[in-house]
């Protein structure tokens, strides 16, 4: 049973709505034409299963790493690849975010998230499994060792169609976090995967459903989103679902309270960090 994403805003988080965040630098693609329908599954690992964790936004980025992975190796889905630990990189954004290492099971934001893999790197499953450890457990000297090797190099993204559209036809994923109540799932799931905007009650929105996911897909012609989810192979289509254009339009069903925050590229570490960049349309 999905438990669902849950955060304590006024605790922990503090978001800068146009602000600019240390070290940050503005960015932007080569000016182009965007490709008519973009589709990454082909690049993405096997999708997960968050069972009854609260752990959606750590599944995303780990996609989001393992897929540059992919990638940078030119190993499509047809062949294995590395697997990161989820586990590991829930705990180090909930670090961030708590400011403790004492964390409590809340859900994350994209923000943390994306600056705990920055910091401490993505460590493979094998040195951090969900087999064996829980979710409060602070990963072990050899999982930060092995995880320190690398860092990412983040990327913020206005919540606009065309900014999106911008990242995927550049090849890089968007997490974005949707209010994914019991309504919603019902509609994808008896809909071929596919959420009917036309049939969603906005008067019956609870904040705590919010769930990230990751947007690894459009069509301009059809106008819609491909989108990964964390529910396993049996949800959706597959495991991914189809969400319109229209639905970013509904800002009450999505967490608008901060940019998406996704990763341009892994890179080795260095003596420091890499800026944070921000993405400006041409």
């Not at 503090?14 to 599954?41: C, I, K, M, T, W």
């Not at 799932?185 to 071929?192: A, Y």
């Amino acid at each position: 049973m999905w438990t669902p994403y849950y955060f304590e805003r006024r605790r922990y988080y503090h978001a800068r709505r146009d602000g600019a965040y240390p070290q940050e630098e503005s960015f932007s693609f080569p000016n182009q034409r965007l490709a008519p329908s973009v589709d990454l599954r082909m690049w993405m690992t096997p999708i997960t299963n968050q069972n009854n964790t609260r752990t959606c936004c750590a599944n995303a980025f780990a996609a989001i790493c393992e897929y540059l992975i992919r990638r940078t190796n030119n190993r499509p889905f047809t062949q294995t690849s590395i697997i990161l630990s989820h586990l590991f990189i829930y705990f180090n954004g909930r670090m961030k975010e708590q400011h403790t290492r004492h964390v409590r099971d809340l859900g994350v934001f994209q923000r943390s998230v994306a600056l705990g893999i920055r910091e401490y790197g993505a460590c493979e499953e094998e040195f951090w499994s969900s087999r064996w450890h829980s979710l409060r457990e602070q990963p072990h000297r050899t999982a930060y060792q092995q995880a320190r090797k690398y860092t990412a190099v983040l990327l913020r993204v206005p919540i606009t169609i065309e900014a999106i559209e911008t990242c995927l036809h550049n090849q890089i994923p968007v997490p974005i976090d949707i209010i994914m109540d019991d309504e919603t799932v019902q509609i994808i799931t008896t809909n071929n995967g596919i959420l009917d905007v036309r049939r969603l009650n906005d008067n019956t929105i609870d904040a705590r459903n919010l769930h990230t996911v990751l947007i690894v897909g459009y069509d301009r012609r059809k106008q819609y989103f491909i989108m990964r989810n964390s529910w396993g192979t049996n949800w959706g289509s597959d495991g991914y679902f189809y969400v319109p254009y229209s639905f970013l339009s509904r800002r009450e069903r999505i967490n608008c309270t901060d940019s998406l925050w996704t990763i341009r590229r892994i890179e080795p570490r260095k003596h420091r960090l890499p800026n944070i960049s921000r993405l400006v349309l041409q």
